[in-house]
């Protein structure tokens, strides 16, 4: 198998703080060791009905939805991603109109429930500032170490007036050339209405 660990990618990324969580299950979760790996060939637009949003994935995929509550207000969240040879790469959905959190603690959110889920660290590095079509976004990128492996990727958070958007893409270390070229190819493709 390719990644001997478990990977989990979340789509969570709301600041812990202000996060109620029932149970860790409440965040989406992409669990990419159970997904069948998609040779990246044929890269397909999937949207995401509700916003709009759309970008291409290196196949197709079936969106993943929660629901996780926010100061005690239902946010509906949804994740359309899944595992290719190289790492996994997706994009995440979050109904925030009003309530949005400043990218830094988004970010946050990410990295602590991806360790909360798998036990794992995951650390960023070379975080900046910086815009997607006008609206503010935050880049980062990520890294997990275990005593088996190594896994390396990259992070996009865009905040808009309604939703919080996360473009991400984890894999092994030894894919980082192909992890970076596949996470340029999902960002030139997003798309917010």
């Known amino acids: 198998m390719m990644l001997s660990a478990t ?3 979340i789509a969570g990324g709301v600041p812990a703080s202000a996060t109620a969580l029932a149970a ?3 965040t989406v979760l992409l669990h990419v060791a ?18 709009g949003i ?5 196949g197709k995929v079936t969106v993943r939805k929660a629901t996780v509550s926010i100061e005690g207000k239902p946010v509906d969240a949804r994740g359309y991603g899944l595992d290719t040879p ?12 009003g309530d ?31 815009t997607f079509d ?19 990727g990259f992070i996009r958070l865009i905040a808009d007036d309604k939703h919080l958007v996360q473009a991400l893409v984890l894999g092994p270390e030894a894919n980082d050339k192909a992890l ?3 996470h340029e190819r999902l960002l030139a493709s997003l798309r917010i209405p």
């Open 7 to 9: 990977v989990v990618l």
């Open 24 to 26: 860790p299950s409440a």
């Open 34 to 51: 159970a997904l069948p790996v998609t040779p990246a060939v044929d890269w397909v637009e999937t949207t995401d009905p509700p916003s």
């Open 54 to 58: 759309t970008a291409e994935l290196p």
């Open 86 to 97: 190289d790492g996994a790469v997706g994009f995440f959905v979050h109904d925030m109109p």
């Open 100 to 130: 949005q959190y400043p990218l830094e603690d988004d970010l946050q959110g990410v990295l602590e429930s991806y360790m909360q889920n798998t036990a794992e660290p995951l650390t960023s590095s070379d975080v900046h500032k910086t």
């Open 134 to 152: 006008s609206r503010p976004a935050l880049d980062a990128r990520l890294t997990s170490e275990t005593e088996d492996e190594t896994l390396t």
């Open 180 to 182: 970076k070229a596949m």
